[in-house]
């Protein structure tokens, strides 16, 4: 089992940046792939960004550029850093970790960027 517990969302003017944490129960050294997810309202779940141990760093087309994702692997958390901000960002962010052959989530937390 993996908990997963986000951070750091809020309300940001378009242009501005925002940090989200994510604290892990489990060593995210071990966890195969950990990142971001989002959804808005009456749309499907999309990725935003994730961190591997095998394949690196992948990033949504739409953020890449704007977002960085980063992990501490003494802290068990893993960092998504969000710049330039577009009203179009605004979502539910969720954390997201895969780990022996299991998928969890965390409760996720909201971005809101007003234009």
């Known amino acids: 089992q993996v908990q997963l517990v986000e951070s750091g969302g809020g309300l940001v003017q378009a242009g501005g940046s925002l940090r989200l944490s994510c604290a892990a129960s489990?060593?995210?050294?071990?966890?195969?792939?950990i990142g971001w997810y989002r959804q808005a309202p009456g749309t499907q779940r999309e990725l935003v960004a994730t961190?591997?141990?095998?394949?690196?760093?992948n990033y949504a087309d739409s953020v890449k550029g704007r977002f960085t994702i980063s992990r501490d692997n003494a802290k068990n958390t893993v960092y998504l850093q969000m710049n330039s901000l577009q009203p179009e960002d605004t979502a539910a962010y969720y954390c997201?970790?895969?780990?022996?052959?299991?998928?969890?989530w965390g409760r996720g937390t909201q971005v809101t960027v007003s234009a």
């Open positions: 997201h970790a895969y780990y022996r052959l299991q998928n969890y």
């Open positions: 489990k060593s995210t050294f071990s966890i195969n792939s």
């Open positions: 961190i591997s141990n095998f394949a690196g760093t």
